[in-house]
């Protein structure tokens, strides 16, 4: 059970990562239990080295956390990919590479965590969509359709284990800076052009979409599941009046 202090034992899949870090150690200052899991070696502790397209591994790793911690009231699968380019360019292995970094890893990830919140009788998962998802952007063919069906997957997901007290979510953060980004955004010209396509003029930080996550993982969202946040300056909705 969670304790009276409202302290939750939370698993960040990818926490290693820009996003993943930056919401770990708020969670930690906010007092919880933070572990987590990522692809590469980690000599931070309560960091293992886990495969999430791994299917066997990822259920081994939750029943582990569930049985030493007694319990998992959190899961956020900060892992995914960034690939550009147009269908006609993409070769078939590249596809199935990022649709197995993207969204098989997730559908695994919610498979073996599910098992055990629905013993728990609750539980929160957020997953992370794209902006790219939510709109058309040009070459952006392989990766909107992976996070694409994360957004169908929570829906779906969130429908089958509401009943058995579980939240699923998720979030569409626009391009963000992060070391997964340098490769689009590592010169000045490249951040620019970039910022120049958000009615708001910025891209995401860090910080917000941590932020908007630990929210989406409290107890003041209780209320709220099936739903995809979409935090990308204006980019998927509006179309701004030319600036002077």
């Not at 960040?12 to 150690?25: C, D, H, V």
């Not at 609750?122 to 994360?150: R, V, Y």
């Amino acid at each position: 059970m969670e304790n009276s202090e409202g302290q939750k034992v939370i698993v960040i899949g990818g926490i290693t990562g820009g996003i993943g870090s930056e919401l770990a150690n708020s969670l930690k200052v906010a007092g919880h239990t933070v572990l987590g899991f990522a692809r590469g070696d980690s000599e931070v502790p309560d960091y293992e080295t886990v495969d999430a397209t791994d299917p066997d591994a990822l259920a081994e790793y939750f029943t582990e956390v569930s049985s030493e911690y007694g319990r998992i009231d959190a899961y956020v699968h900060a892992i995914g990919s960034i690939y550009l380019k147009p269908a006609h360019l993409t070769p078939p292995a590249d596809f199935e590479s990022t649709i197995l970094q993207n969204l098989s890893s997730a559908f695994f990830a919610l498979r073996a965590v599910t098992k055990i919140m629905q013993k728990q009788g609750s539980g929160s998962c957020l997953f992370f969509s794209t902006a790219a998802a939510q709109t058309g952007l040009a070459n952006h063919e392989a990766i909107a359709a992976a996070k694409g069906g994360i957004e169908a997957m929570v829906r779906s997901a969130a429908a089958t284990y509401a009943p058995r007290g579980l939240r699923i979510n998720a979030i569409a953060p626009t391009l963000t800076d992060t070391p997964l980004a340098k490769p689009i955004i590592g010169s000045e010209q490249a951040l620019a052009i970039s910022k120049r396509m958000h009615p708001l003029g910025e891209i995401a930080h860090p910080d917000q979409v941590a932020s908007l996550a630990q929210w989406l993982i409290s107890d003041s969202a209780q209320l709220v599941t099936g739903q995809t946040f979409v935090l990308d300056g204006g980019l998927s909705t509006i179309v701004p009046k030319p600036r002077a």
